[in-house]
Nanobody, 124 residues
Framework: QVQLVESGGGLVQAGGSLRLSCAAS????????MGWFRQAPGKERESVAV????????AYADSVKGRFTISRDNAKNTVYLQMNSLKPEDTAVYYC?????????????????WGQGTQVTVSS
């Protein structure tokens, strides 16, 4: 059973930064793509950033390009999301997810395992 545990969420003012972490266990972490998705109240879940098994390929939602950076440390079985220049519209529950395969894809159906989520709130 794959387990994903997120941390690092919280309350921050607009323009601030947060770093989310996701510790994975239960399978060979380095073989699979990882991703971050988010869901705000009343809105659909959306992809934020994804990273391939090696870290060599990443993809971002247009709304976060240039502000967010996804990375992974396969030795630590951990994926990160560095979020800078945060905006109130970034407020959501952020979910870490592990892919069914190794490629970085933005579709949620390509991800098989999900963490419990961590709340990010950006005040104006």
């Amino acid at each position: 059973q794959v387990q994903l545990v997120e941390s690092g969420g919280g309350l921050v003012q607009a323009g601030g930064s947060l770093r989310l972490s996701c510790a994975a266990s239960g399978r060979t972490f380095s073989n699979y793509a990882m991703g971050w998705f988010r869901q705000a109240p009343g809105k659909e879940r959306e992809s934020v950033a994804v990273i391939s098994w090696s870290g060599g390929s990443t993809a971002y939602a247009d709304s976060v390009k240039g502000r967010f950076t996804i990375s992974r440390d396969n030795a630590k079985n951990t994926v990160y999301l560095q979020m800078n220049s945060l905006k109130p519209e970034d407020t959501a529950v952020y979910y870490c997810t592990a892919g069914r395969g190794s490629r970085a894809t933005m579709g949620w159906r390509d991800y098989a395992y999900w963490g419990q989520g961590t709340q990010v709130t950006v005040s104006s």
